[in-house]
């Protein structure tokens, strides 16, 4: 108890705040401090305060009393959630101190976090006051002794084991990723004429990296600015299957029912209309199509529409075990492949909850089983 003595002793006053004042009340009766329950304080004091008052002159006076007056009441010690302590502790630092008994949790309660009720934990204050007085460097000091501690734990060690097994079983799955895709290689230089090859490797390759590309679209990171990279080498061997005249090429374009871009500025006017009637329910461009006439003769507001913004060039390169497809936004391509009239109209069926219309990303652990410097060769 020597070590909760000091605790009490540094932090007499924050743990007296902390009490209600039943338990000042009790603790003045179990020190056989007469307490008159009709006993009105003086005018100045509230009776909270002149009890906490009392109750802190005799604690500092003789810190270990408090302290048999928990043991003797264990429901009269106040209790903190992780969020009100006085220091900051990381979730896996109050486990591994709590694992390792240095941080008992006291109780848990009912709390509602991220739209569920779950159980959360709350500690005794004698604990995290006991924390705080070992100050930063103790804490540091007392986690890696934790860290130590909990390696000859039974739970540890099975989460361990259990890690290992995971990590062997993903290098496994990692290593069956890899072979598949280099025996899909294999395969098409296996079943591909010689002379069709050039053509073939190109369209494989291409697949790739535009899988890729596709990849980085979505995982912006540090790394997406490869992005750029990728598109270049597609839009090189777009420009290579534009200029052959191979049987197993074909190129169409693609437009789909609302293919245009449409950008709307409403007026003051127009609005506060919109507003009013779609409190923002809807985009600007559905209040539009509705309103179009309006619109379109009020001359304070302002449509812009880009033409065949969301139509895509598309271009196949096929033979009768191998089918390589290629879809390119109008705005990138148009300068590859030129006017969208002499090139027949083809209908494809979209990605309805894809994140892309057509076509899919390089999958995450795929990319880093077969290494990304492979795909631009």
């Given amino acids: 108890m020597s070590d909760l003595t000091d605790v009490v002793a540094e932090y007499a006053t924050d743990l007296i705040d902390l009490l209600p004042v039943v338990s000042l009340k009790d603790f003045l009766h179990w020190y056989q401090l007469q307490v008159d329950p009709e006993f009105q304080p003086p005018p100045a004091k509230a009776k909270r305060a002149l009890f906490a008052e009392v109750t802190l002159n005799l604690v500092q006076a003789e810190p270990a009393n408090l302290l048999q007056f928990f043991d003797a009441e264990p429901e009269t010690i106040p209790e903190l959630e992780a969020n009100r302590w006085p220091f900051a502790m990381s979730y896996d630092q109050r486990r591994l101190l709590t694992a390792t008994g240095h941080l008992p949790v006291a109780s848990t309660r009912q709390a509602h976090l991220y739209g569920n009720n779950v159980l959360v934990p709350a500690y005794s204050v004698l604990e995290i006051f006991r924390l705080q007085l070992l100050g930063a460097d103790g804490r540091k000091a007392l986690l890696t002794k934790a860290r130590q501690e909990a390696k000859l734990l039974p739970a540890y060690q099975e989460a361990q084991a259990q890690r290992k097994q995971q990590q062997l079983e993903h290098r496994q799955q990692r290593a069956n990723l890899k072979t598949a895709f280099w025996q899909s290689v294999e395969a098409l230089r296996q079943k591909v004429p010689p002379a069709e090859q050039p053509l073939f490797q190109l369209a494989f390759w291409t697949q790739q990296i535009n899988q890729v590309q596709k990849y980085w679209q979505l995982h912006t990171t540090d790394k997406s600015h490869a992005m750029a990279d990728y598109y270049h080498l597609k839009g090189l061997a777009i420009a290579e299957f534009l200029e052959s005249d191979d049987a197993h090429i074909k190129h169409g374009f ?124």
């Fill in 254 to 377: 693609y437009r789909p029912k609302q293919a245009d871009r449409f950008y709307v500025s409403l007026c003051t006017e127009h609005f506060a209309d919109y507003q009013l009637e779609t409190d923002y329910s809807i985009p600007v461009y559905l209040y539009y199509q509705e309103h179009r006439a309006a619109i379109d003769a009020c001359p304070m507001c302002h449509v812009s529409i880009t033409k065949d913004y969301y139509a895509l060039y598309f271009t196949q390169v096929k033979n009768a075990d191998f089918t390589f497809s290629f879809h390119t936004p109008y705005p990138l391509g148009n300068h590859l492949y030129g006017p969208v009239n002499q090139y027949p109209r083809v209908h494809h069926q979209p990605n309805v909850d894809g994140d892309f219309t057509f076509g899919h990303a390089m999958d995450r652990e795929l990319l880093r089983a077969v290494g990304e410097k492979k795909y631009p060769r």
